[in-house]
């Protein structure tokens, strides 16, 4: 049977010549999937929305509420940073747009080389449009590194009970354990 193109099985002999399929949706498919998986193994509930309509590409319950996610995803530098571009476009626009509080909560970035997520409440970037990260550089003092695997933010105690079997830090002033503040809290 002939193989689906795109499918790499790496076999003893040969090396496979890309580790990223080289198609842009496809790519960001996969990207999805790795929040997916990440967000389900700490234990948050994931739901898809139907259709391609939304702001969001993922509803994450934790439990005592429900976050909006946008996934994005940066490959190359501008200068020292890693660039992920955070916006989108009107229907039949090419004007870019950011995102706001109305549409998401939360931006998970994903610097693909390095495999490191940032997340990011909508209100700390809007009304940016392109995001500097420098998970290359530890102890870096950018603006987004504070949020750098920052999935704590998403088990917020404001509300309630987290979801039973959540493992997460909970990322809430009301937890003496972190000290930090998170999404749910700090701009209300
Ligand atoms: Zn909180």
Same mark, same amino acid.
């Given at each position: 049977?002939?193989?689906?193109?795109?499918?790499?099985?790496?076999?003893?002999?040969?090396?496979?010549?890309?580790?990223? *399929?080289?198609?842009? !949706?496809?790519?960001?498919?996969?990207?999805?999937? +790795? =929040?997916?998986?990440?967000? $389900?193994?700490?234990? %948050?509930?994931?739901?898809?929305?139907?259709?391609?309509?939304?702001?969001?590409?993922?509803?994450?319950?934790?439990?005592?509420?429900?976050?909006?996610?946008?996934?994005?995803?940066?490959?190359?530098?501008?200068?020292?940073?890693?660039?992920?571009?955070?916006?989108?476009?009107?229907?039949?626009?090419?004007?870019?747009?950011?995102?706001?509080?109305?549409?998401?909560?939360?931006?998970?970035?994903? *610097?693909?080389?390095? !495999?490191?997520?940032?997340?990011?409440?909508?209100? +700390? =970037?809007?009304?940016?449009? $392109?995001?500097?990260? %420098?998970?290359?550089?530890?102890?870096?003092?950018?603006?987004?590194?504070?949020?750098?695997?920052?999935?704590?933010?998403?088990?917020?105690?404001?509300?309630?009970?987290?979801?039973?079997?959540?493992?997460?830090?909970?990322?809430?002033?009301?937890?003496?354990?972190?000290?930090?503040?998170?999404?749910?809290?700090?701009?209300?």
């Amino acid at each position: 049977m002939k193989q689906k193109p795109g499918i790499r099985v790496p076999t003893p002999t040969a090396t496979p010549k890309k580790l990223f *399929v080289r198609n842009t !949706k496809r790519c960001g498919e996969l990207i999805e999937i +790795a =929040f997916l998986h990440k967000a $389900a193994d700490m234990g %948050f509930a994931v739901t898809k929305p139907y259709g391609d309509s939304e702001a969001y590409d993922f509803i994450v319950d934790a439990g005592n509420r429900l976050w909006r996610v946008q996934v994005k995803s940066g490959s190359s530098m501008v200068g020292q940073a890693y660039n992920v571009v955070a916006h989108h476009h009107r229907i039949g626009k090419k004007t870019k747009i950011s995102y706001t509080p109305e549409q998401i909560d939360i931006l998970a970035a994903y *610097v693909v080389p390095l !495999k490191v997520w940032y997340i990011i409440p909508v209100r +700390a =970037f809007t009304p940016h449009i $392109a995001l500097f990260l %420098f998970p290359h550089l530890p102890g870096h003092n950018g603006k987004y590194e504070q949020f750098r695997e920052a999935w704590h933010l998403l088990a917020c105690l404001r509300g309630g009970e987290l979801k039973e079997g959540i493992v997460t830090v909970p990322g809430c002033a009301y937890c003496p354990a972190s000290g930090k503040v998170c999404p749910g809290c700090v701009w209300k």
